[in-house]
């Protein structure tokens, strides 16, 4: 009973943690939609579409999937007519960076810090866009949706365009709370029956990997499945509870920015009709490289600071 009771506890504050960073930021950008704001933006980084090998249109799924999520990004790219290429590329972009103000609030909830998180989400995007730019002659065909979702009718009020806004937020916060909340209870039990212990060892070998220790594991497994704004809960939960150091925290937040949710977000770009699996090798294999450099440079930084300070 008393598992039941701090897993349930546990998840209402963790719910009530970030619906405080969801609920706001949704209803602003909400609005925002119905203003000249987005457009605005859209304008203003259309110019810069090129050095991605994407057309001034192309910032419409960008600015969407960053301002909002990986959804709206990809309701936006259904909405134009696109090369393969143009498609493959929005992807992997959003792939790395999308919804960025939610994610980033986590982020800087479990300790990361901000300039980290911009530098190695748009870092990312922007890099990844101009190889593949580089490197890809192909898929210059128009690309073939598979189905798109039925655009909603938009709200004719200030009022009607409010309660849209406070519609969305609160769906949101209700699902992370649907997902949070029995999570939590299932990582007390995991805790009380002394099963974490087991989750820690079975991801011995990518924690070494990653230069990480093993009480990240499981801030690690949870953001790899349910991504960094709904495994959160976990990862704040780890970091105050599980003693998982800031440098952990920052080298498994870098890890994740490149690959996380693996599953969902992976399977949400069929419908656009791309292959998916080299898109999900370039997350792996990317996060892998990145998270080892940092980590290997960070620990070597370490070193010479103590032999300084020794001598």
């Known amino acids: 009973?008393?598992?039941?009771?701090?897993?349930?506890?546990?998840?209402?504050?963790?719910?009530w943690t970030l619906g405080k960073i969801i609920f706001p930021i949704t209803l602003i950008v909400t609005i925002l939609q119905f203003t000249p704001v987005l457009p605005f933006i859209i304008d203003l980084v259309a110019p810069l579409m090129g050095l991605f090998g994407l057309s001034g249109e192309a910032a419409i799924p960008l600015v969407l999937?960053?301002?909002?999520?990986?959804?709206?990004?990809?309701?936006?790219?259904?909405?134009?007519?696109?090369?393969?290429k143009e498609v493959f590329i929005l992807a992997v972009m959003l792939s790395f960076s999308h919804n960025i103000f939610i994610e980033?609030?986590?982020?800087?909830?479990?300790?990361?810090?901000?300039?980290?998180?911009?530098?190695?989400?748009?870092?990312?995007?922007?890099?990844?866009?101009?190889?593949?730019?580089?490197?890809?002659?192909?898929?210059?065909?128009v690309a073939q949706y598979g189905f798109a979702q039925a655009a909603q009718a938009a709200p004719e009020t200030w009022m009607g365009?409010?309660?849209?806004?406070?519609?969305?937020?609160?769906?949101?916060?209700?699902q992370l709370a649907m997902i949070v909340i029995p999570l939590m209870i299932a990582i007390q039990i995991l805790k009380d029956k002394q099963y974490l212990q087991k989750i820690s060892n079975g991801l011995g070998p990518l924690t070494r990997?990653?230069?990480?220790?093993?009480?990240?594991?499981?801030?690690?497994?949870?953001?790899?499945?349910?991504g960094l704004a709904m495994g959160a809960g976990v990862m704040i939960q780890?970091?105050?509870?599980?003693?998982?150091?800031?440098?952990?925290?920052t080298l498994v937040f870098?890890?994740?920015?490149?690959?996380?949710?693996?599953?969902?977000?992976?399977?949400?770009?069929?419908?656009?009709?791309?292959?998916?699996?080299?898109?999900?090798a370039i997350r792996v294999v990317t996060a892998l490289l990145l998270t080892i450099t940092v980590s290997y440079i960070w620990r070597k930084n370490e070193e010479n600071r103590k032999e300084a300070i020794s001598t």
């Open 161 to 174: 365009i409010f309660l849209l806004g406070v519609e969305k937020a609160m769906l949101g916060v209700l």
């Open 254 to 280: 870098i890890f994740l920015v490149a690959c996380h949710a693996i599953v969902e977000d992976t399977l949400i770009f069929i419908p656009l009709g791309i292959p998916i699996w080299p898109l999900l």
């Open 104 to 141: 980033t609030g986590v982020a800087l909830k479990v300790g990361v810090k901000l300039w980290v998180v911009l530098l190695v989400r748009f870092g990312l995007a922007a890099l990844s866009a101009i190889v593949i730019n580089l490197v890809w002659d192909g898929g210059g065909e």
């Open 1 to 15: 009973m008393s598992t039941l009771k701090n897993g349930i506890k546990a998840g209402l504050l963790t719910t």
């Open 238 to 249: 780890a970091v105050q509870e599980d003693g998982v150091s800031k440098k952990d925290a």
């Open 209 to 226: 990997l990653l230069g990480v220790q093993k009480n990240a594991s499981v801030t690690l497994a949870s953001g790899l499945v349910f």
């Open 65 to 84: 999937g960053n301002a909002l999520n990986l959804y709206a990004g990809i309701g936006g790219i259904l909405s134009l007519e696109l090369t393969v």
